[in-house]
């Protein structure tokens, strides 16, 4: 590794570390309180935490569908032969989802931390255009977890499980109308390229129009040929692209068993049995898809600090059940986060 690598390797190390120790001094709960909340997960924490190696896991599968399809698209056989092996991918997806997780406006560390270690293996050219595509797909994963959790919603309000008004049906609306935009805002994205657009639209900030033009005219080339690559992986090798979304969106469905966790925690198990623990799991997702969609709309906050409690609470208030438990599953969710960053955090620091 470079000087200048090692130096930005530990810049994003030391804003990991800022934010976790931020984190953990905002707390909306005294520390009496959160350890009350440990103590009554008690050994629950053990499957919480341990999930997410398994959806870390899937979502470096995702990642590596991404970079096979950029290098088969590139005809770079020679390349594509040094792919780094899983274990290398698994610790960046981790690395990159904590510093994520650690910094306002989502991607701000994870991304180029990516690409900047990926960059070792692979050109940098095929680095930035696997984590930028690899982007994309993460968030089109999200759309369609909300697209069909309205579906299942209204699945689940036919056979009278959940409430369905006017107002929850309007909102179902609303949601699919935004889900089928941004399906096509993808699709030109993923047909076109967007790279060399978004530096063009940067320019039109206030205060921003000198550096993204000069940006733009020192690294032409090679944004255009990053919007190449992301064209071509759709259109040459749907394979790799359809494998990687469905992967992403698996791992969307593991995530759920986070929230059906706790919810069995709390004996809440709809009747028990096969069918009643199936039926939690799907209130599981539909928790699951609320809290992301308000998280994600307001996503500048670092650590999305207060937005994913309150996105829990309303998600499980709206299924009829109680704010404590909302409060308690986002607390534990705090917490795993916090323990997965440290994590992420680590594997930076370990020596390969």
Known sequence: MTWTKKRLNDLF???????????????????????????????WLIPILGVWIIIYGINGLAWREVMRGVMRS????????KLPGFWRIFRLTVTGYALNYATPVGGLGGEPYRIMELSRDISKQHASSSVILYAMMHIFAHFWLWFTSVFLYFALAAIGDVPMTPVI???????????LIAFYLFSKGYRNGLVVNVIRWIGHIPGLKNWSTRFYTNHEEALHNVDTQIAALFSQDKKAFYNSLLL???????????????????????GGGFSGILLT???????????????????????????QEGGFVLSIAALGLSAALGIFVSIICRVREIIWIAIGLALMRLKE
């Not at 570390?17 to 953990?24: Q, S």
């Not at 969307?252 to 925690?265: D, P």
Request: proline share 1%.
């Open 13 to 43: 190390f030391i804003i990991g570390v800022v934010a976790v120790v931020v984190m953990m001094l905002t707390f909306d709960v005294s520390f009496i309180e959160l350890w009350e909340h440990l103590c009554h997960a008690g050994y």
């Open 74 to 81: 590139a005809d770079d056989i020679e390349k594509y032969e």
């Open 169 to 179: 049906g309007i909102t179902m609306g609303i949601i699919i109308v935004f889900c």
């Open 248 to 270: 992403e969106y698996l791992s969307r469905i593991v995530q759920a068993t986070e929230i059906l966790f706790m919810l069995l925690l709390f004996g809440i198990d709809c």
């Open 281 to 307: 799991f799907l209130h599981s997702i539909l928790i699951l898809a609320l809290t992301t969609l308000f998280a994600n709309l307001i996503g500048f906050l670092p650590m999305q600090l207060g937005v």
